[in-house]
């Protein structure tokens, strides 16, 4: 009697384990297809002369959370290893969920009152910090471990 209840015990674990594996991988193939226009954007800043610290200064303490604000989700952001580049230059990757998102997305950061505030600041020939900004617009691959 014991070994027969052990039996249905294990057939329910069985049966409820491979509902669940099979419910997790219908909804992985929903959130993989749902994210199938998703675009990355590499930004590449190029300060003007030992002004890279104020850069990523300015990023730290308030581009980050306007990011937060209008849903710019930013990946990470680095400084060049090699030392030639790397006083000058700032880079930084974002997510978006299309590239129409992402449209919808600056407008709504350029339009930010706060934004306007820093731009207006670096308006002041002493002040200004960025010479120039490459920006480039990414789909993966598919092959890139990152969707």
């Given at each position: ?7 249905i015990a294990?057939?329910?674990l ?34 003007l002369q030992?002004?890279?610290p104020?850069l990523?200064?300015e990023?730290?303490?308030?581009v ?14 680095w400084?060049?290893?090699?030392p030639?580049?790397?006083e ?16 919808k997305h ?6 930010d009152?706060?934004?306007?505030a ?7 020939p ?22």
């Amino acid at each position: 009697m014991t070994t027969h209840r052990w039996r249905i015990a294990g057939i329910a674990l069985a049966a409820f384990a491979a509902g669940s594996f099979f419910t997790t991988t219908l909804m992985h193939l929903s959130e993989v297809r749902a994210d199938s226009n998703r675009v990355f954007e590499l930004r590449i800043y190029h300060t003007l002369q030992g002004k890279q610290p104020a850069l990523v200064s300015e990023f730290r303490d308030k581009v980050t959370k306007l990011f937060a604000k209008h849903d710019l989700k930013a990946l990470g952001f680095w400084s060049p290893a090699d030392p030639a580049v790397a006083e000058n230059t700032f880079i930084y990757i974002l997510a978006h969920p299309s590239k129409e998102a992402a449209d919808k997305h600056w407008a709504a950061f350029r339009a930010d009152p706060e934004f306007q505030a820093m731009m207006k600041e670096q308006q002041a020939p002493d002040a200004k910090i960025v010479e120039k900004v490459d920006s480039t617009y990414m789909n993966p691959t598919d092959f890139s471990p990152v969707k």
